[in-house]
């Protein structure tokens, strides 16, 4: 039996390989993980729900964003991609990450006010506990919407 150690990343060794990748993967404390593939319906969903915010908001000082969004919850030292965010006024971006890392990149923010995601069997544990406690301490967060992908329920 062949035991595999856990390889733990920095902060800047997962950004580059982010960039260098052909999926996305979390970061969650050091640990990498990959990001289940979405299915149509989830796509279909998470693309809806922003086309509705976007339109509805049009007028209105909020900014959506979809799942290339990448969010920064600095107190779990977790990256990740939530299928929809909502961010009132203009976006915070990472700036605080060890050795200015992602000083003048717009493609991680850490001030949603509400944040939507389409369940799946492999993800809707995670997405109802740790993930919630993780969006938890974000200090502008007060929203979290669940979109049941495989029938109505939200």
Do not use: C
């Amino acid at each position: 039996m062949q035991v595999t150690e856990q390889r733990y990343y920095s902060l800047e060794e997962y950004l580059a390989l982010e960039e260098a990748a052909d999926y996305k993967s979390e970061y969650i404390d050091g640990e990498i993980v990959p990001m289940a593939g979405g299915s149509i319906n989830h796509n279909q969903i998470a693309g809806n729900f922003y086309a509705e915010l976007n339109f509805a908001f049009k007028k209105l000082d909020y900014r959506v964003f979809m799942s290339d969004v990448r969010l920064w919850i600095a107190k779990r030292r977790i990256y990740t991609y939530p299928d929809v965010m909502v961010v009132v006024g203009e976006p915070e971006y990472d700036s605080d990450s060890p050795a200015g890392t992602l000083r003048d990149r717009t493609d991680t923010i850490t001030n949603p006010k509400v944040i939507v995601e389409v369940l799946s069997d492999s993800t809707k544990g995670y997405d109802r506990s740790g993930k919630f406690q993780a969006y938890r301490t974000l200090p502008t967060f007060t929203e979290y919407l669940l979109i049941d992908q495989t029938k109505i329920y939200v």
